[in-house]
C-alpha cells in the first residue's frame, strides 16, 4: 500500500479521498499543515497558493483541495468564500439569502493539487449541478450537504451515504481524474 498525504483539516473530505484512491492501492493519511487561503476569484489559484506554500516545508507526494459553491441567483456567491461564509452566516444565512428566489441552480466545484517532490504540481477539477434545497435535510456530509441537492437526485449530499454522494460530487469527479492521473505514474 503506498502512502498519499491528503493536507486538510477535514476528516470527511479524508474519507471520500480513502473510499476513491483505495482502489489504487493508496492509503490516504491525513496530514493537518495549514497553508495561507488567498483571497481569488478562482480555486485552482488557492490550490496553487497552496501547494507552492506546502511543498517549502513537507517534501513527500501530497494532495490538497478547495471547493466552494456557487449560486447562480447570487452571481456565484459565496464561491471560494464558501468556507468563510459557512462559519459566518452559515446554512441559515444562504437559505435566508435564497428566501422567495425560484431560481435555485448552484454548481459545486472542486480543484485538487498533487504534488510529488521534484515535479510539477497538478491540479484537476471536478463539477456537480443541482439546485439548493428549501430547507437543511440530513446530517451526514459536512458543510453545505444540507442544502446542496444534485441533478437526477431527490436527496441532499447530507442525506447521502458516502457511496451515494461520489456517485455525484464534484469532489469525486476530482478524484476519478486523480485516478486516472495516479494510473499513469
Not at 497558493?49 to 511543498?55: E, R, V
Not at 461564509?85 to 446554512?91: A, E, M, Q, S
Not at 451526514?140 to 444540507?146: A, K, T, V
Amino acid at each position: 500500500m503506498k502512502t498519499l498525504y491528503f493536507v486538510t483539516s477535514n476528516k470527511a473530505k479524508i474519507r471520500e479521498a480513502s473510499e476513491k484512491l483505495r482502489q489504487l492501492g493508496y492509503s490516504v493519511v491525513q496530514k493537518d499543515l495549514g497553508y495561507p487561503e488567498i483571497q481569488t476569484e478562482s480555486l485552482e489559484n488557492v490550490v496553487a497558493q497552496g501547494i507552492s506554500s506546502i511543498k517549502e516545508r513537507f517534501h513527500k507526494t501530497f494532495i490538497l483541495e478547495d471547493a466552494g459553491l456557487f449560486i447562480d441567483a447570487l452571481e456565484g456567491f459565496p464561491g471560494v468564500y464558501s468556507k468563510y461564509v459557512f462559519f459566518t452566516i452559515g446554512l441559515p444565512g444562504i437559505l435566508r439569502l435564497l428566501g422567495g428566489v425560484e431560481k435555485r441552480t448552484a454548481v459545486f466545484r472542486s480543484a485538487y493539487g498533487y504534488c510529488e517532490p521534484g515535479k510539477q504540481p497538478v491540479i484537476i477539477t471536478g463539477e456537480c449541478h443541482g439546485t439548493i434545497s428549501y430547507e437543511q435535510r440530513g446530517n451526514q456530509g459536512f458543510g453545505y450537504d444540507p442544502i446542496f441537492i444534485p441533478n437526477q437526485a431527490e436527496k441532499t449530499f447530507g442525506e447521502m451515504t458516502v457511496e451515494e454522494k461520489n456517485q455525484f460530487s464534484h469532489r469525486a469527479k476530482a478524484l476519478e481524474k486523480l485516478v486516472t492521473l495516479l494510473r499513469t505514474l
